[in-house]
């Protein structure tokens, strides 16, 4: 049986700490638990709900996300939290009972982006299962919430993933002011059982990894190579902070890479840095002399 490692990861919300494991922990289910008494059916959440300084716990996925009490600073006690969770996932334990019949609660966070303009909203359950990204409410026909969010007249462009939402803003308003009311209006609409996109929405995540496949044999062997780096190294780095990348294109006789940036990504003013000082030097220094530039297209 391989040991199961647990790592601390910071949010840009200071109160919230990501614990990430090297394992799955729900079977495919996400829970909020408020306090001790809504735990019942998950025996680590009660342990750590005996920690004074706890206040709310998200569990999805391979991670348990745990929201602190002004009382303590994170740096001070994250390690001991990280370890205690790991001896009990080490000990064979069950981390939530999991029956078909629990009615899962929704519960949306916000937490800040590299970009000033988006917000991403953080679900405690899956919302869609392929990347949708929408610029207008005319291009939000498959999608009654993107729809209904872009009556909000300050909202520019939503773009799912998994179980979040990033929102972009037009500079009419600040987030401080309608942050609680994006949250709450998010939070409603998924408890009266509303779809995030319709029933016949033109993307499935198995016809996208479908067209992906098809068209990654199309390319050269250079450009195969910078879309498993991307894949490999950035993706990951990039959807934690609520947006995408995505290969464009590749031409062998300037050495340029083109991207297509994604929900909180596009149009982010560090982004120019990201991309000259983070994944362009990745490629040249994996790639040793194959590319030159990297250049970025807002989705």
Not at 93 to 115: G, L
Not at 253 to 269: F, W
Request: charged fraction near 20%; charge should be negative.
């Amino acid at each position: 049986m391989n040991t199961i490692k647990v790592s601390v990861q910071t949010t840009s919300n200071p109160s919230i700490v990501k614990f990430v494991t090297s394992s799955f922990l729900t079977n495919y289910n996400n829970y909020e638990y408020n306090n001790i008494d809504e735990a019942s059916n998950s025996p680590l959440t009660q342990q750590l709900f005996h920690l004074p300084f706890v206040k709310k716990i998200y569990i999805s996925g391979n991670f348990i996300a745990v929201e602190r009490f002004n009382i303590v600073n994170w740096q001070d006690v994250q390690n001991e939290v990280a370890l205690q969770i790991e001896n009990y996932l080490n000990s064979g334990k069950q981390v939530v009972i999991e029956t078909d019949k629990r009615k899962i609660p929704v519960s949306i966070y916000a937490e800040r982006t590299p970009n000033p303009a988006v917000l991403k909203f953080i679900c405690n359950k899956v919302l869609v299962n392929t990347i949708y990204e929408f610029d207008s409410i005319d291009d939000a026909k498959e999608s009654p919430l993107a729809t209904k969010l872009f009556h909000f007249p300050f909202i520019k462009s939503v773009f799912f993933d998994a179980n979040y939402i990033s929102i972009t803003k037009y500079d009419i308003t600040e987030w401080n002011d309608v942050a609680t009311e994006i949250r709450e209006f998010i939070k409603q609409f998924l408890e009266n059982g509303n779809s995030v996109v319709s029933a016949n929405a033109t993307s499935t995540k198995e016809e996208n990894q479908k067209q992906l496949d098809e068209t990654f044999e199309t390319y050269d062997d250079t450009s195969k190579e910078i879309i498993n780096i991307l894949e490999e190294y950035v993706k990951p780095a990039v959807a934690s902070d609520g947006g995408n990348i995505q290969f464009k294109s590749y031409d062998k006789d300037s050495k340029i890479v083109k991207v297509i940036l994604q929900g909180a990504c596009s149009g982010c003013p560090s982004s120019t840095f990201t991309l000259k000082n983070g994944i362009e030097n990745m490629l040249k220094q994996m790639l040793n002399g194959k590319v030159e530039s990297v250049e970025a297209i807002n989705g």
